[in-house]
């Protein structure tokens, strides 16, 4: 396992249209996170899930976006009806939280890049 | 919600020479841990340093360094010797230590550049 991975790297889609993204964490860690980043901008928060279960949600996830990680395992972040605002890099992170212990740093992927147009 | 702010959009610095990334922060927390997270032009993050706030030692990692200031609430990146290879986006970053609070903040970033 070389790290966290997510696909696809780009994505142009047309307004109005359904995107999925997709999130692989490195293997053992049991907490995802996803970020979104504009140009020129950190990270902003989405949401995390602990295991199969999306324990917190930031009020930048309108209803049109969902996330899902059904056996805790990968992750799917979808954005229904997208909207040019929406074009962004979304960025998955993963970490370890075991026994009380917390690996305290959180390992990013590539991201991906969506252009809605 | 913490605030993470990096008053410093640019720098550069001379290949070799130290250069010096600021990073301010706003808590009612006091255990918590910061960042700096280095992000090269392919985008992918890769942590660079991390201190833990009950820690009154300043973290290094070889030519990389911070100097912490838990009373002011400041956390610069001190990069020694500089390389081309650092040319990149710094985002320093917050996470409470509080087994609830496990997102990340991020300030908006700092573009070093490394002029041979």
């Known amino acids: 396992d070389t790290g966290v991975s997510q696909n696809p790297r780009h994505k142009i889609t047309k307004r109005g249209q359904n995107v999925t993204f997709r999130c692989d964490p490195i293997s053992e860690h049991n907490r995802l996170y996803w970020y979104r980043q504009t140009l020129g901008q950190g990270p902003e928060f989405l949401t995390y899930f602990q295991n199969e279960a999306q324990l917190e949600k930031s009020r930048l996830l309108s209803d049109r976006f969902s996330a899902e990680r059904p056996k805790g395992s990968f992750s799917t972040l979808e954005i229904q009806r997208t909207e040019q605002g929406d074009s962004a890099m979304y960025l998955c992170?993963?970490?370890?939280?075991?026994?009380?212990?917390?690996?305290?740093?959180?390992?990013f992927g590539q991201g991906t890049r969506l252009t809605v147009v | 919600a913490q605030t993470v702010t990096q008053s410093q959009p640019e720098m550069s610095v001379q290949e070799a020479e130290t250069v010096t990334l600021s990073c301010t922060y706003d808590?009612?927390?006091?255990?918590?841990?910061l960042f700096w997270y280095k992000q090269p032009p392919s985008r992918q993050m890769i942590l660079v340093i991390r201190q833990e706030a009950y820690k009154q030692q300043n973290a290094t990692e070889n030519r990389f360094s911070v100097n912490f200031q838990k009373a002011a609430k400041s956390f610069s990146l001190k990069i020694s010797d500089s390389q081309l290879g650092d040319a990149a986006m710094y985002f320093c970053a917050y996470r409470s230590a509080r087994n609830t609070g496990n997102q990340f903040y991020f300030g908006t970033g700092t573009s070093l550049t490394v002029i041979p």
């Open positions: 992170a993963s970490s370890i939280r075991r026994n009380r212990v917390t690996n305290t740093e959180a390992f």
């Open positions: 808590t009612s927390e006091s255990d918590y841990y």
